[in-house]
C-alpha cells in the first residue's frame, strides 16, 4: 500500500468516527436510553451500516482483497483511539448520555469493529488462499 493510501485511510478514519460520534453524542439518549427493542436494532444495523462505508471506500480505492485487513486497520485504529477518550469521558463528551449508558455504547462499539475488521480478515484470507 502507498504511503498517500495509508494517509488517506488514517485520514478517513478519523472523519468517520468524528462524525460518529457526533451522531451518537446527540441522537445517542434515544438509542441508549430508550426501549431494548430501539436498542438492539441499533445495535444490529449500527454496525453493518459502519460495514457497508468501509467496504464502500475500499472498493472505491481499489483496494486488492489480500489488503483489506490492514487497509480496513487504518480506517478503525482513528476511531478505536478516539473512542478509549470519549468513553473514559463520557460525561465530558457526551453530556447528553448518562455515565450508565456507556456500557451499552462500549458493546455498540465492540461489535461495529468487530464485525468491520472480521469482515475485512476473512476477505484477506480468502484471497490469500
Known sequence: MK????VLFL?????????????????????????????W??????????A???????????VAHADWASAMLLLTIPGMIGEAMVLTHLGTFMPRIQETSGGKYGALLFATYALVLGMAEAASWAARR
Not at 3 to 6: A, L, R
Not at 53 to 61: A, D, E, H, S
Open 3 to 6: 504511503h498517500n493510501e495509508v
Open 11 to 39: 485520514v478517513l478514519g478519523a472523519a468517520i468516527w468524528i462524525i460518529g460520534t457526533i451522531y451518537f453524542a446527540y441522537t445517542g439518549r434515544s438509542v441508549l436510553e430508550t426501549t431494548q427493542l430501539r436498542y
Open 41 to 50: 436494532i441499533t445495535f444490529v444495523t449500527s454496525p453493518v451500516f459502519s
Open 52 to 62: 457497508v462505508i468501509c467496504v464502500g471506500i475500499l472498493r472505491w480505492r481499489h
